[in-house]
């Protein structure tokens, strides 16, 4: 695989994630937790999501399992990142993992086996599991920050 594909790949990742961490950054703290419907997720919620996202698809290009999380797992993840800071802090770090994992990958077509029993392919993980997954999230954010009334385009 050549460098340029995988500076490319490098790109996407960065570039999408640092669009998700700007506009995570952008929701006051005291609006943090807020909902617009009890059904409907919080920021924190979304933001918990798309960096357990990030840290459970890194090992996969990896040609590793995603790190196993039951219901304690999760509860301590979710007390560890309870702010946007903590969160920014996690995607970061495992932006970087996920740089390296790239720098590592023979090829795109490496297979990776998703936790619910689907195989994908390394590109699959990085251009659906890492880019699109994060930027539908990063528009349910952008959605409300528009709910609290910032009008401002934070893309």
Known sequence: MSK??????KSF??????????????VPADKWTWKPEPTASSAQEIAWHVALAFYSMTPLLRG?????????AT???????????????????????????IDRLQSFEQPCSMAWGETWTAQKVLF????????????????????????????
């Open 13 to 26: 990742i960065n570039d999408v994630a640092d669009e998700f961490i700007k506009l995570v950054m952008t």
């Open 4 to 9: 340029e594909l995988k500076a490319l790949a």
């Open 128 to 155: 659906r599991g890492f880019g699109e997954h994060t930027a539908y999230h990063s528009g349910q954010i952008a959605y409300i920050q528009r709910l609290l009334g910032d009008t401002q385009d934070h893309f």
């Open 64 to 72: 590793e399992k995603t790190p196993a999380m039951d219901k304690r």
């Open 75 to 101: 509860q301590q993840f979710k007390e560890r990142y309870a702010t946007a800071q903590a969160v920014q802090e996690l995607i970061h770090k495992t932006l970087r993992e996920t740089q390296e994992a």
